[in-house]
């Protein structure tokens, strides 16, 4: 997994709380990603980051909101969990843009009561 | 916008049989495509890509893939199937952003089934 991980890899809360999760990588890859993974809809991109506080929208923001200190880190905030926001996340990581190939975090399952 | 489908959500294939997996794409300019595998519990793996040159791709675990332009797919085969193949598969094609870095554009996934 290409020194990625993911914290909490399980969590349960409710409905209304706020909930952080963090991706750390140790490959000092500049972009970083978030995705959800649902069924029948594969990964859909929530948020992105092309470098240190440079962040991005992707398809399905809303909800969502992520922070990027430094380069290791990407923080993944739903400011108020809904239970349509259970799903598993993933975050993953690109070294540059000659390399096209992502690498995945082992992912985090997230269910909102 | 660029996009990725498959139109199968499991495929079932006997062990030392061929399968294949198919995808269709849909792309404004040229097509940068890959194939990416997720076992249980796991986070996606890198199998193969396409970017240019010769149309049948060579990739992990015995794995390649078919580019077709006029037919717009991007089918993953392998000859002979194993267990241990038993995954879910997904198709994916990079799109880009005006902020000067891509994103991966993913397929719903299919399901392989490889039975003993």
């Known amino acids: 997994d290409a020194g990625i991980t993911q914290s909490p890899r399980h969590k349960v809360t409710e409905t209304g709380t706020p909930v952080t999760l963090r991706c750390h990588q140790t490959?000092?890859?500049?972009?970083m990603y978030w995705y959800r993974q649902d069924p029948g809809h594969g990964l859909r991109l929530i948020h992105y980051?092309?470098?240190?506080?440079?962040?991005d929208k992707g398809e399905v923001s809303d909800g969502y909101s992520v922070s990027r200190s430094k380069t290791e880190d990407f923080l993944l905030t739903l400011e108020s969990a809904t239970s349509s926001q259970t799903s598993v996340y993933f975050c993953?990581?690109?070294?540059?843009?000659?390399?096209?190939?992502?690498?995945f975090g082992p992912g985090t399952r997230l269910t909102v009561l | 916008a660029q996009s990725v489908a498959q139109p199968e959500d499991q495929v079932n294939v006997a062990e030392g049989n061929p399968l294949t997996v198919k995808c269709t794409y849909s792309?404004?300019?040229?097509?940068?495509l890959f194939w990416y595998v997720q076992y249980p519990n796991r986070g996606l793996q890198f199998l193969l890509k396409?970017?240019?040159?010769?149309?049948l791709v060579k990739g992990s675990y015995g794995f390649e893939a078919e580019f077709n332009k006029s037919q717009t797919s991007f089918h993953l085969k392998k000859p002979s199937a194993l267990v241990s193949d038993s995954a879910l598969y997904f198709c994916?094609?990079?799109?880009?952003?005006?902020?000067?870095?891509?994103?991966?554009?993913f397929g719903a996934g299919t399901r392989l089934f490889v039975k003993a």
């Open positions: 792309v404004s300019g040229n097509p940068y």
């Open positions: 980051s092309y470098g240190v506080k440079d962040t």
């Open positions: 994916a094609v990079r799109d880009e952003f005006y902020t000067g870095g891509f994103k991966t554009i």
């Open positions: 993953a990581t690109l070294a540059s843009l000659s390399t096209d190939t992502q690498y």
């Open positions: 396409y970017i240019t040159g010769d149309n």
């Open positions: 490959e000092n890859h500049r972009y």
